[in-house]
């Protein structure tokens, strides 16, 4: 059974930063592509960064220059290093996880099999 538990959320003010985590088991992260996904109240689920297999990393627009993605295959573990936060970048924040080595250059919440329940990501101006 695929487990994905995201931790690292909280609230912070505009500027500072977060690092989210996505802890996997009965799943093997270095063979497939991973990401992670954002929502915000009111709001459809909008993919935020995308890793492979081959650790290419793809992020949003609205993140680029702020956002890193990374992945500890040891570990098993998924990462997100947001900086310069800001208050439009408040919304849940979930890991999910593929089965396939690639990911989509367009990637969609239905191009993902399992996901996790989430952590909360709240920026103040």
């Known amino acids: 059974q695929v487990q994905l538990v995201e931790s690292g959320g909280g609230s912070v003010q505009a500027g500072g930063s977060l690092r989210l985590s996505c802890a996997a088991s009965?799943?093997?992260?270095?063979?497939?592509?991973m990401g992670w996904f954002r929502q915000a109240p009111g709001k459809e689920r909008e993919a935020v960064a995308t890793?492979?297999?081959?650790?290419?990393?793809h992020y949003a627009d609205s993140v680029k220059g702020r956002f890193t993605i990374s992945k500890d295959n040891a570990k098993n573990t998924l990462y997100l290093q947001m900086n310069s936060l800001k208050p439009e970048d408040t919304a849940m924040y979930y890991c999910?996880?593929?089965?396939?080595?690639?990911?989509?250059?367009?990637?969609?919440?239905?191009?993902?099999?399992?996901w996790g329940r989430g952590t909360q990501v709240t920026v103040s101006s």
């Open positions: 890793i492979d297999h081959y650790r290419d990393p």
């Open positions: 009965g799943y093997t992260m270095s063979s497939h592509c």
């Open positions: 999910a996880a593929r089965e396939s080595a690639l990911c989509l250059l367009q990637p969609v919440p239905s191009g993902f099999n399992y």
